[in-house]
Every structure is written in C-alpha cells, then in structure tokens.
C-alpha cells in the first residue's frame, strides 16, 4: 500500500488522506508523521479527511492518537472537510477526537492554527520576529 504523503507548508505538516486507510496504512501514518514532526519542529498539523467515506473505531481512534502525538512535538492538530456521515459514524461509535479540532476546510483549519499561536496572515509561514531588548 502506498503512503499518505506529508505536505510541509511553512511550519505546518499537511496530510491529505485520498484514500480509505486500512490498518497498517494508519500505523504507517502515525509512524511517517512523528517522523517528520520530530525532524521540521512543525507547529501544526491539518489533516484532510474530504476523501474519506468510511470510518471505523480503529480509524477513529487514530485521529486522536496522531493528535496525542502531536501535542508530544508541541504541535497543534486540526482535522478539516469531515462529510456529515464520517462525523455521524464517530458519534455513533461513541468516539471522542480528544484534543484534535475540526474545521470544514482547509483554509478554515490553518486559520484555527494561526490563531493557536496567536499569529495572522503570511507570519505564520515564517519565523517569529527577534526580540529585541
């Protein structure tokens, strides 16, 4: 199975899930981010589910595990462009995303971050200004 790619946009990590995972795709996942949140510092992390379908307790669980994992890196996690009937199995299931954010796209989900660390506009793609005493 192919890996969900990870998308570094200023210091937030992008995670577009295109496909329905199945189980070892959703380890290999939590495993590649932890990877790249431990090597870039991210800030933030956005993960995609627009494409997904179809959820399960096991991929519901993941969402609040990779934020559990991002919260270790000091990074926040929003989940954007959850269809009615993804949100609808969670409850059903009686899954919490924990810490993890919801926004219903994209651009809502990296305004939720910038306002996470209290910054607006294009600072958010670049480094904090010097402090000077």
């Known amino acids: 199975m192919d890996r969900v790619p990870i998308l570094?946009?200023?210091?937030?990590?992008?995670?577009s899930?295109?496909?329905?995972?199945?189980?070892?795709?959703?380890?290999?996942?939590?495993?590649?981010?932890?990877?790249?949140?431990?090597?870039?510092?991210?800030?933030?992390?956005?993960?995609?589910?627009?494409?997904?379908?179809?959820?399960?307790?096991?991929?519901?669980?993941?969402?609040?595990?990779?934020?559990?994992?991002?919260?270790?890196?000091?990074?926040?996690?929003?989940?954007v462009g959850m269809r009615p009937a993804v949100a609808i199995t969670l409850v059903e299931l009686g899954l919490t995303l924990g810490n993890v954010r919801t926004a219903l796209n994209l651009e809502k989900g990296l305004e939720i971050l910038r306002g996470t660390r209290g910054r607006t506009g294009l600072e958010w793609a670049q480094p904090p200004p010097e402090v000077t005493r």
């Not at 570094?8 to 995670?15: K, T």
Request: proline share 0%; aromatic share 4%; hydrophobic share 50%.
């Open 17 to 79: 899930i295109q496909v329905d995972l199945q189980d070892q795709g959703v380890l290999d996942l939590q495993e590649d981010l932890a990877e790249q949140l431990s090597s870039i510092s991210a800030r933030g992390v956005v993960i995609d589910i627009s494409a997904v379908e179809i959820v399960d307790s096991f991929i519901g669980r993941m969402f609040a595990t990779i934020a559990s994992v991002s919260q270790l890196f000091d990074a926040d996690t929003v989940v």
């Open 8 to 15: 570094r946009i200023g210091d937030v990590l992008l995670v």
